[in-house]
Structure formats: structure tokens, C-alpha cells
């Protein structure tokens, strides 16, 4: 019922949590080479990124892909016996797609000068699921078991008000009951106290962030400055710090100090959905509530946030194999701090309006979940220290960590860590880690409320403008059922593997599991069972260390730049791929390719622009159309990893992760919605109609880990003017093609269009031939590439259309290190064969197959740099943008606006 709680539930807070830590990290002297060696080893831990004292120390580019998942939860909740109609309790298993992210996380540190250095991040997750919106008794039936077409179960729905819309009973004790058959006090009543979650998906979203710093060091102190911003489509934070360092004794003392500020704002759309169940009014009488552009029956809910944080920290070596230290840190927050997708279940009970049909002794309810209302102001103190011995013995270090946090919202926490950091050899290390962590509940969370008052669905007029259904003077100031504000406790262990290749890259990997219990609270009284859960955490990286290459022999870059296709004007623009080998036998290269896509503007059938009228009624074969796509965007991020095991032959692995983006508009002349719910393909005699409101309010994201990369190119002729290679690759199908929409309005969401999913789903084959040449200041190059699916249908029930590529180019070198470019591309592609073997809901012809593929004609412009020399000799960055001239599509698509693709290279 509401639209992202699995989103902010487990995400949003997270996101401020990392903007917050952002402006106020905590930095370790880099100007100790002892320092440095005893803490290096503890930045291979999962999560442990990026800390200040690697990016000060050495110039780096990182890469890592990281994929977390919840386990499942047992919710309980209240359904009837099929035989009997008799209520029973009991655990919903596999109750929803729990949570999952997909993240991805770039660093780049940079020396300006010998004195200055830059840092930059780029983070991106992606999210979907379920996960808790509320608390309430078992028996109020608030999770209900869903049954596919089959008769079998297929997950659980949520019901804020219960199975009685809202009507709930308690006996005199206040215990809460329901009748044994429902609606018939004859019955006999069903006892039980058993708390449960009542859970809500989501369908995915992206958040996306970007951050800098700059340093200025001098001999025995450093200043930085830094900043970011972090974006969601209902967040926004922006945060700048400033942080200095000093040495003392001989640099064996080191002082840092941060200060840091945060601005955020909160725009959440409350689904119209979930209005008649939710009680927005607290907001609504505070101005926070307003209608969206897009439909008058959806809310808007705002509020800004501002943070405050401060850090010292002391760190001291004690000798050559120990060092210590210790922070202080103090944040104050104020402005909107709840979470605008959290509620409370809230019973209120009427004294004076009870039903004397009820059994003696029984007492009637009403149970009306009211978004939680926390304090406005949070004051945080938090203490910690660190010691780290290196033992020679064992050549191992061990780190062990302890933090204490307090706030006067009344949670005190603790959180102990160690880890193992032990190299084995030949460039590998392992790294063991565990962690503890507790903490009380704040003083205003409560799984649930009772209130002994009248719920008014029509308030009267209270002299509030407008005018709460219930008096607020008759419950708590502040509430929350979040159960991260609960006491507990969390037990995590963690394994990290990481191998280095010749000093210069680090491949490595993590793997985390994590439980979160109530009975481990330290001094015990933590949350029962029932908010209990799991989670693992797998990360993959690849880190390349720049300064492995300062002082190099730059014969080697020159012997690279020498050989005649690996000259800087023969590269192909950006755009191109498998243009090159590397030169010989034992060379190594690690890139990063950007590619970012955009559609928008005109709806084409074949060559021809068409007005909405011509989309309704051709648009989507034998059923009008309701929807057309207002904007798509598309961005890849790949890593392009290469090794010659010959002169003749290139190994290639090339990563990728996707997001994409689709923004949505009614057809004018559509008809009205409800006649969705007899389109063939639909759910036939459903109210799948509802879901078009909400294609129209939210844009649609997706995002992940792509398909897999693996190829093979082979030299077939090189003179130093005239090269010709041919490429043969496999396209393994590493990507989730199974994505779709969240449930809402009792009907599922189905499948998400083809062209949102992240990949193909089937093994393809992937050939190319290549042709480039190169004489004086020029060079030029062509290329043929077909992409062919060795699969007739993936496990969603189709397959792409086959795709054919034909492209020409020619460059000129400006400068012995700078050269232009200009290509002509040909491509052309199949429709899609077969149909998605689940549910789709058909709004538009993004829903059909036919609608994708055709013949397109682009030109692309771009530019490529090299280092020829220096400490940076081998680097190379390359932009291209490709201009659309003509498109020929098949069906009925959104015209393309053109492509971005930039790169970056290191050969060695």
C-alpha cells in the first residue's frame, strides 16, 4: 500500500547516515610510513572504503560492486481454514521479495601537485522489496495470505486497518481477540499477544551520489575541503565539510579535527491508495501535505532537515609494530526527522460508543495507523578508540575497535570489532572480521498504541484548521514502531579475499552476514522475536594504484605508444569497442566505458512521427493504448579488464551495471482506465486499471549488475600502418530479467517493460571484425559486429532480436597527445521473439514486443587524450558523443535523443 517503504525503511536512513559520515570522516595521519603500513591491511574490509588515510596516501582508481539481501521474514498473520472458515494464527512464510540492493561505488584520489591532492566518489544503489511499514497484533489480521490462479499461496498482502476494516476487539484485560469465525461472536474468541510486522513493497529505485575533496599538506599538517550531494526521488541532501590535520613528536602524533554540515529535504508522494487507510492529518495540519502535479488524488509530504556534526580524534604510535587512537564526535539535527513511510498502529477505543451486541466483557476498537511523529531535534555524542598491533611473528596485524554513541532521544549504543588482516603470500591476503552491536530503544518507540478516545472519519471542528479526527493531547508527544529504534542487538562476521598483480592492481572480494536479534541486547530486554532478521552482503572489487607507476621506466609507455595500433591517434572514439590488442605478450590494461542514452520527445511508428490518436488505436495491437513514454534514460558502467597471454591474442572481461529511468504520460483520447481490465494480455475482470495512476505519478527505475563479458581477440595482420583483427565473445546472462512492479489495489504490478530490464537473459554469441590504419597525423578504422542469441527464450520467456553493426572512422592528432574523431555507424535489430511468461500489464507499446528493434543511422564526434610521459604515462580518457540521423523503428517508440560515451584506460 505504500509506494517505497521498502526503499526508505532500510535505504533512506542509510543515505543520511552516509551523508552525514561523509562531512565528518575520521583521518589518520598518511604522513607516517609506519602508520601506513599498520592500518593499509584494514582497507581491504567490506565496507571499509575509502578511508582518508588511503586516499592521502597513494593515487588510486577504485571500482566495487557490492549486492546486499535480506533474508526472508515470518510474519504471522490472521487467515481463515478453508475447511472450517475458522480463524487461525501462524507464520506467512516467504511472505514477499525481501529487500535487495545493487551498489556500485567508484574512487578516484589524484595528486594536483606534490602538495595538493583531489578525491572524488560516485555511488549508486538500486533497491526493491518488502520490509516493515508497521506493528499490530496477530489477531487484527493485518497480513493476509495472497493465492496465485492455482490455489497456491503466493505471498501475503498488507492490511494497515486489519481484516475487519479497522474494527478490532480486546477483552477486559485489554488482551487483544478476535472471534474463532469471523463476524459471529457465537463463535468463541481466538486469544493471542503475538506481535507481528505488517509489510509493503516496493518497486526499484536508484539513489545516486557524488562527493569530492581537496587537500592541501604541508610538512606536518594538512587542510581539506569537501562536498557532495546525494539524490532520490523523494530526497535530496547536499553537505559540505572542512577538516584539518597536524603532526606533533616527530610525526609519531597526529590531531584531526572535521566539522561538517548537511541540508536535506524530504519530498515523499503518498500513494492515493493508501490514503483511506493512513491518517496523514498531524502533517496536514502542519502544512506539510500537498497535491502532486501529475494527480489529484496522491500527496505530497515535505520537510527539511539540517545537521550539524563535529569530530576530534588523537592518533598515537606507540612503537613500531602498535599504534593508538581515540575520537570524540557530536552531531546535532533538527528540522523533519521521521520517516515519511513509517506508521503506528494506533487502537483508538470509545468509551461511549460500545456495541451491545458484543459478548460480556469484550470491547470494541478502532484500529487506524497514524504516520510516526518523532522529535523535531536530535543531539548525538558519540566516543571511540582503535588499536592496531602488527605482529612479526605471524606477519598478520590485528585491529580491534570500540564505539560508544548516546543521544537524548534515549538510545546508547555499543559496538565492538576485530579483525584479522593476514597476508599469505604471493600477493593474496585474507581478512577475517566480527562485529557486535547493541543498542536501547528510544523512549518514544512502541510497537503499537492504545487510545482511550473516539476516531472521528469526519472530525469536528476543534478550532484547528483543519480539524484532527482525535485529540493529539491523548497521545504521546512522539511515536515510532521503527524497529531500528528498538533494543537489540546485531552479530555480524565478515571474510574478505584480495590478491594483487604486480603492486599495481588489487582484485578482491567480501562476503558478510549479519543477524539482528532483540535477545541479543547487551543487559537483555531487547524487542521480541518478531522483529528479528538477517542479511548478507557481497562485494567485488578492483583497485588500481596509480603511484606503482610514479618513477616507472617510461621506456615501457613509450614501447606501447610506439607500436603502430597502439598509438594514441589510431584509437578508436570512445564508443568502439574491441578496437585493439595489447602489443605483447605478459601486457595488462584496466578501463573503465561510460555510456549514457537518452530517448525523449517524439513517438515514431517505423520513420514517421504520430500523434496520440494514432498511438491509442494501432499502438498496441488489439487493445487501445493508455500510456505513452514521456522520457527514457539508460547509463552503463563497465569495466574493461585485459590480458595477453600472447603477441597475438587478447583476453577480455568486461563487468557491467545498469540503470535506467522511464518517465510516463497519458494518451489524450484514451479511454478511461477501467477498460484496462479487459485488455487481452490483462488480468481479465481485475481493477488492473488502478495501476495506470500510478505509472503516471512514479517514473520507473531499474538497476543492477549487467550481462557478462568475456572475449577473445586475435591478431591477424599488423605492418605498423594496416592492422586487422577479428573478436569472438560470449554475453553470459549474469543480469535479472525477472524484475517487476509491486503489488497495489489487490493486483499485481507484473512484469517491468522489456526495455527496463538489465540485460538479455540469453547466452549470445558475439563476433567483430576490425580493420585500422594509421599514417603520420591520421587514422582511420572500420568495423562489423553482430550480437546473436544462442537461446530461442531466457527463463522470463523471451529473447531479443538478433542485432547486426556496421561503423567507419577517421581521426586526426591535434597534438602529440590530443586527437579528434568522426564515425558513421549502421545498426539494425530484430523485434523481440516470444513474450514475457508471467503477468504484464499492456498500458503502452512498451508493453509489446514488436515495439523494440529497427534500423537506426547515428554520427558521433569525439576526442582522445594520452599521456605520452610523466608520472601518469599510459592513461588515456576518451569522449564521444553519437548523434541519432535517422531512426527506423519497428512498432512504436520514443525517438532517441543520442549518446554519451566516455573512457579510460591504463596500460601496463
Not at 500523434?611 to 499502438?619: E, F, K, L, Q, T
Amino acid at each position: 500500500m505504500l509506494r517505497k517503504e521498502a526503499a526508505v525503511a532500510v535505504i533512506n536512513g542509510k543515505t543520511r547516515l552516509n551523508s552525514q559520515s561523509r562531512g565528518c570522516s575520521e583521518q589518520i595521519s598518511p604522513s607516517s610510513p609506519l602508520l601506513s603500513a599498520l592500518t593499509g591491511a584494514a582497507l581491504m574490509l567490506p565496507g571499509l572504503l575509502y578511508p582518508a588515510a588511503q586516499a592521502a596516501e597513494s593515487d588510486s582508481l577504485d571500482f566495487q560492486y557490492s549486492h546486499y539481501q535480506e533474508g526472508k521474514r515470518q510474519i504471522t498473520g490472521l487467515s481463515s481454514d478453508e475447511e472450517t472458515g475458522e480463524y487461525k494464527i501462524g507464520g506467512i512464510k516467504n511472505a514477499y521479495n525481501p529487500i535487495e540492493v545493487e551498489s556500485q561505488h567508484g574512487h578516484a584520489n589524484v595528486s594536483l601537485s606534490d602538495r595538493v591532492k583531489f578525491a572524488f566518489n560516485y555511488t549508486q544503489d538500486t533497491w526493491g522489496g518488502a520490509t516493515p511499514v508497521a506493528t499490530a497484533p496477530a489477531v487484527f489480521g493485518n497480513n493476509r495470505e495472497v493465492y496465485s490462479d492455482a490455489g497456491t499461496i503466493a505471498g501475503a498482502s498488507p492490511l494497515l486497518t486489519g481484516q475487519n476494516g479497522g474494527k478490532v476487539l480486546f477483552d477486559s484485560n485489554r488482551k487483544p481477540v478476535a472471534y474463532a469465525l469471523p463476524g459471529e461472536p457465537d463463535s468463541g474468541l481466538l486469544s493471542s499477544q503475538q506481535l507481528t510486522h505488517v509489510l509493503a513493497s516496493a518497486s526499484p529505485e536508484t539513489r545516486k551520489q557524488g562527493d569530492f575533496k581537496l587537500t592541501h599538506e604541508w610538512n606536518e599538517a594538512a587542510l581539506s575541503l569537501g562536498g557532495g550531494i546525494s539524490v532520490e526521488d523523494d530526497y535530496e541532501s547536499r553537505f559540505g565539510n572542512i577538516g584539518g590535520r597536524w603532526d606533533l613528536n616527530q610525526k609519531l602524533t597526529t590531531l584531526n579535527l572535521d566539522l561538517s554540515y548537511t541540508n536535506s529535504d524530504t519530498h515523499a508522494v503518498l500513494d492515493h491508495d493508501s490514503l483511506p487507510y493512513l491518517d496523514y492529518s498531524h502533517y496536514r495540519a502542519n502544512g506539510q501535505l500537498t497535491k502532486t502535479k501529475d494527480s489529484a488524488q496522491s500527496s505530497i509530504l515535505s520537510g527539511g532537515r539540517q545537521d550539524w556534526a563535529s569530530h576530534f580524534g588523537i592518533t598515537q604510535i606507540i612503537n613500531k609494530n602498535a599504534l593508538m587512537s581515540a575520537d570524540i564526535g557530536y552531531t546535532r539535527s533538527t528540522g523533519y526527522l521521521s520517516n515519511p513511510y513509517k506508521a503506528v498502529s494506533v487502537v483508538f477505543i470509545d468509551p461511549l460508543n460500545q456495541n451491545g451486541n458484543l459478548p460480556p466483557g469484550i470491547i470494541q476498537g478502532k484500529l487506524k495507523p497514524l504516520l510516526e511523529q518523532r522529535p523535531e531535534v536530535r543531539n548525538q555524542w558519540n566516543l571511540g578508540g582503535r588499536y592496531v598491533q602488527f605482529i612479526n611473528s605471524l606477519d598478520a596485524a590485528l585491529h580491534f575497535d570500540y564505539r560508544f554513541s548516546a543521544d537524548d532521544w534515549g538510545i546508547h549504543s555499543h559496538t565492538f570489532e576485530a579483525d584479522w588482516v593476514q597476508p599469505l603470500g604471493n600477493g593474496w591476503t585474507l581478512t577475517p572480521r566480527v562485529r557486535y552491536y547493541s543498542q536501547s530503544a528510544a523512549d518514544f518507540y512502541t510497537p503499537w498504541l492504545v487510545s482511550e478516545q473516539a476516531y472521528r472519519q469526519q472530525p469536528a471542528n476543534t478550532g484547528r484548521n483543519p480539524a484532527l479526527p482525535y485529540n493529539p493531547n491523548k497521545l504521546p508527544d512522539h511515536f515510532s514502531s521503527d524497529h531500528r529504534l528498538s533494543g537489540f542487538g546485531a552479530l555480524s562476521g565478515a571474510l574478505t579475499v584480495s590478491k594483487t598483480f604486480g603492486k599495481a592492481v588489487t582484485l578482491e572480494t567480501g562476503f558478510e552476514y549479519y543477524t539482528h536479534q532483540g535477545s541479543f541486547k547487551l543487559g537483555g530486554g531487547g524487542e521480541n522475536a518478531f522483529a528479528d532478521f538477517d542479511y548478507w552482503l557481497a562485494n567485488a572489487a578492483v583497485k588500481v594504484n596509480l603511484d606503482t607507476f610514479v618513477g616507472s621506466s617510461h621506456d615501457q609507455h613509450a614501447q606501447h605508444g610506439e607500436h603502430g595500433h597502439h598509438h594514441h591517434g589510431s584509437h578508436a572514439p570512445a564508443g568502439v569497442m574491441f578496437d585493439h590488442l595489447l602489443p605483447k605478450a605478459g601486457d595488462m590494461m584496466v578501463g573503465y566505458r561510460y555510456m549514457y542514452g537518452s530517448q525523449g520527445g517524439t513517438i515514431l511508428n517505423g520513420d514517421v512521427a504520430v500523434n496520440d490518436s494514432a498511438i491509442v488505436n494501432r499502438g498496441c495491437g488489439p487493445n487501445p493504448c493508455f500510456l505513452k513514454p514521456a522520457s527514457m534514460n539508460m547509463t552503463m558502467h563497465m569495466l574493461d579488464l585485459m590480458y595477453a597471454p600472447t603477441d597475438w591474442l587478447t583476453l577480455m572481461l568486461m563487468p557491467q551495471f545498469m540503470d535506467m529511468s522511464m518517465n510516463m504520460k497519458r494518451l489524450s483520447g484514451a479511454p478511461n482506465d477501467d477498460v484496462a481490465n479487459n485488455n487481452i494480455g490483462n488480468s481479465a475482470g481485475s481493477n488492473i486499471g488502478e495501476h495506470i495512476e500510478h505509472h503516471v505519478q512514479n517514473g520507473h527505475e531499474t538497476g543492477g549488475i549487467g550481462d557478462l563479458g568475456m572475449y577473445a581477440l586475435f591478431k591477424f595482420f599488423d605492418d605498423g600502418t594496416h592492422h586487422f583483427h577479428a573478436t569472438a565473445g560470449l554475453s553470459a546472462p549474469t543480469a535479472d530479467i525477472n524484475i517487476q512492479l509491486r503489488r497495489n489495489h489487490q493486483v499485481e504490478g507484473g512484469f517491468i517493460h522489456y526495455g527496463m530490464q538489465l540485460g538479455n537473459g540469453t547466452w549470445d554469441f558475439k563476433p567483430s571484425l576490425t580493420y585500422t590504419g594509421q599514417l603520420e597525423e591520421f587514422s582511420w578504422g572500420a568495423q562489423v559486429n553482430a550480437t546473436v542469441r544462442l537461446e530461442d527464450k531466457n527463463k522470463s520467456g523471451y529473447a531479443l532480436g538478433d542485432i547486426f553493426q556496421a561503423m567507419a572512422w577517421s581521426g586526426y592528432n591535434l597534438t602529440d597527445w590530443l586527437s579528434a574523431s568522426v564515425r558513421g555507424v549502421y545498426t539494425t535489430q530484430g523485434s523481440i521473439n516470444g513474450r514475457f511468461n508471467g503477468l504484464i500489464n499492456q498500458f503502452g507499446p512498451m508493453d509489446y514486443p514488436g515495439s523494440y528493434g529497427g534500423k537506426f543511422w547515428d554520427i558521433g564526434f569525439g576526442l582522445s587524450a594520452a599521456i605520452p610521459s610523466g608520472d601518469l604515462a599510459g592513461n588515456r580518457v576518451s569522449v564521444e558523443w553519437l548523434q541519432p540521423v535517422k531512426d527506423d523503428v519497428n512498432g512504436y517508440q520514443l525517438e532517441r535523443d543520442g549518446t554519451l560515451s566516455a573512457t579510460w584506460s591504463l596500460a601496463f
